[in-house]
């Protein structure tokens, strides 16, 4: 399915967060096994905003999508907690166009609870909520093919936070957007999260976006990926994209994280 999807995953009841033990990927590429994903070790708190980053290819969105339950692992253990009884909700908003064009911005956004048989009052509030907050409810009745980039987007974050998931999982959702439109995003998606704190996983290739939105920053090597580095990110919430970047303490926390994976960028380009 394109764009923000929904899923599920078997939920185990004492786990708090996300923790991932061990996990290794290797993807059967014909001849010899390709590893992707090298005894990965994390925790990622409930309620937190985790950003990763690391070089092309070391694998970050093969571990969104293992934590998703779009992939399987080769061996190693996920744990990810559950609010709603029984088995973990997420969503997932991915890099670039992600909408159905034959549905307009209210039934691409009410889609995930459409498809959970949500009561119908409760799909009208939620949808009438987040479209309100990403400012399109003027835009409604409009199809994505009417819309900018940065409004698509928009859709695609309204969406997943109508599902009222436990988890929410964003690949690069703003990487095809300009730096204007992704400062702005930033800030609104900085808004909407802080409403409900829900345990976020995000992966960026910019340590900026990085620094600027996670409470941590995990920096992982050039494949086969493994982690480098778990940084945290001090700065208070709520947050503003813009102030943050008058803080010196801003800066240092970016140099750190690029020197950390300067040589990773480069081992990759080799
Ligand atoms: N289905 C697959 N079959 C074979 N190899 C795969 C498959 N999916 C991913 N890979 C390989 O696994 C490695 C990790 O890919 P992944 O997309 O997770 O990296 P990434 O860090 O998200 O990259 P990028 O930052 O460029 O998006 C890459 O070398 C990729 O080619």
Not at 107 to 130: C, Q, S, T, W
Not at 173 to 182: C, I, M, R, T, V
Not at 197 to 208: A, G, L, M, Q, W
Request: with cysteine.
């Amino acid at each position: 399915m394109p764009g923000t999807a929904t899923g599920t995953t078997a939920a185990r009841p004492k786990t708090t967060g996300i923790t991932v033990t061990d996990l290794v990927k290797t993807f059967d590429t014909g001849g010899a096994g390709m590893t992707a994903i090298d005894h990965v070790n994390l925790h990622v708190p409930e309620g937190s905003f985790f950003t990763i980053v690391g070089p092309s290819g070391c694998g970050k969105t093969t571990i969104v999508r293992i934590l998703a339950g779009l992939e399987k692992p080769t061996s190693g253990r996920i744990d990810v907690a559950a609010d709603h009884a029984g088995e973990v909700t997420n969503s997932m908003v991915f890099q670039g166009d992600s909408l159905f064009p034959w549905l307009n911005v209210w039934d691409n956004a009410a889609y995930g609870l459409a498809m959970r048989h949500a009561p119908k009052p409760e799909i009208r509030d939620r949808v009438g909520h987040f479209l309100n907050k990403t400012g399109l409810t003027p835009f409604a009745k409009a199809y994505p093919h009417q819309l900018s980039g940065g409004m698509r987007q928009r859709v695609s974050i309204a969406r997943a936070f109508a599902n009222d998931p436990d988890v929410f999982y964003m690949d690069e959702p703003f990487s095809a957007l300009d730096e204007q439109n992704k400062t702005i995003l930033q800030e609104e998606l900085l808004r909407i999260w802080e409403e409900s704190r829900k345990t976020v996983v995000f992966i960026t290739h910019s340590v900026d976006e990085a620094v600027t939105l996670g409470d941590q920053v995990l920096v992982m090597t050039a494949r086969p990926g493994k982690v480098k580095a778990l940084i945290d990110v001090p700065f208070e919430r709520p947050r503003s994209v813009l102030e943050l970047r008058r803080e010196p303490k801003y800066g240092e926390l970016v140099y750190d994280i690029w020197d950390s994976l300067k040589e990773e960028v480069q081992g990759a380009q080799l």
